[in-house]
């Protein structure tokens, strides 16, 4: 639908107006909040052995047309995809376009994502055990994190909905400039990953150090609705029918920091 939506548009502009490209810029960020990080989280950045790749999605900036076009919209239009759509066309005036009139639907789109509640929870996917029984000891046992297998830690929608891969790019835009984290909906950490803070296990005691994935849980919901493009003469706005809203959430890990909890007992865990 998009494919052809895109299509339809630049077929009608090249018809009507004189086509041209506006380049993408980088929007200005608003000041993050940064999340208070808790002292038994690490950033394990320069000793995951995995590297993952930075989850480094665009704020486009609307070119000028596109601008008017939004704010000619009565609903909010924050879909990257369909800002990059408006952005890579462009219609200019023309002396031959009294009476023209047309109408171009550009399909249903999610809109916008409206955070409502932005957690972090710090022990979202258990992803290794060290231990060490130090019961027949004399003296304390040091014992460091070592990740004994690489884990791939997923995140995802809480339900099924609607061009659900926009929803997400949304949801993590919103997520990202709300925690200052870094944040990705999958990341690894690699087998032999280790980090240097020791833990000490008294003697008579088993020692078990437990290292956690954190993520990020949004809740919000998204607004959809059905675009069009309308053209009258030298007039260009944009029209949002059928509009419709949905609660949606997410976890979304956070990428290269782990939570590590210490426990030493006299039994068997």
């Known amino acids: 639908m998009k494919k052809i939506a895109s299509g339809l548009l630049i077929f009608v502009l090249m018809v009507s107006f004189i086509p041209s490209v506006f380049s993408e810029k980088t929007a200005v960020k608003k000041e993050p909040i940064k999340t208070q990080i808790p002292s038994s989280v690490r950033n394990i950045t320069k000793e995951n052995t995995y590297p993952n790749s930075t989850q480094d999605l665009p704020f486009l900036q609307p070119s000028d047309l596109t601008k008017k076009l939004i704010n000619s919209s009565k609903v909010k239009i924050e879909n990257p995809d369909l800002i990059r759509m408006l952005n890579e066309s462009s219609i200019n005036g023309t002396p031959f376009a009294v009476g023209y009139r047309a109408i171009v639907y550009l399909g ?14 710090w022990e979202y996917q258990k992803i290794n055990t060290n231990y060490f029984d130090n019961r027949g000891g004399n003296a304390p046992y040091q014992i460091k994190y070592v990740q004994e297998a690489q884990k791939i830690v997923r995140g995802g929608l809480t339900a099924k909905i609607p061009n659900a891969e926009d929803v997400k790019k949304m949801i993590l835009l919103k997520a990202m400039q709300k925690t200052n984290l870094p944040l990705s909906f999958d990341t690894i950490i690699g087998a032999g990953t280790k980090n240097d803070h020791i833990y000490n296990i008294p003697s008579n005691r088993l020692g078990y150090l437990y290292a956690y994935a954190p993520a990020v849980n949004e809740k919000g919901k998204v607004t959809y609705g059905e675009v069009y493009l309308m053209l009258k003469g030298n007039r260009k706005f944009i029209v949002i029918k059928n509009v419709t809203s949905q609660g949606i959430g997410a976890w979304i890990p956070v990428q290269d920091y782990v939570s590590f909890g210490f426990l030493a007992s006299e039994r068997p865990r």
């Open 108 to 121: 249903q789109w999610p809109l916008n994502y409206e955070s409502l509640e932005t957690s972090t929870n």
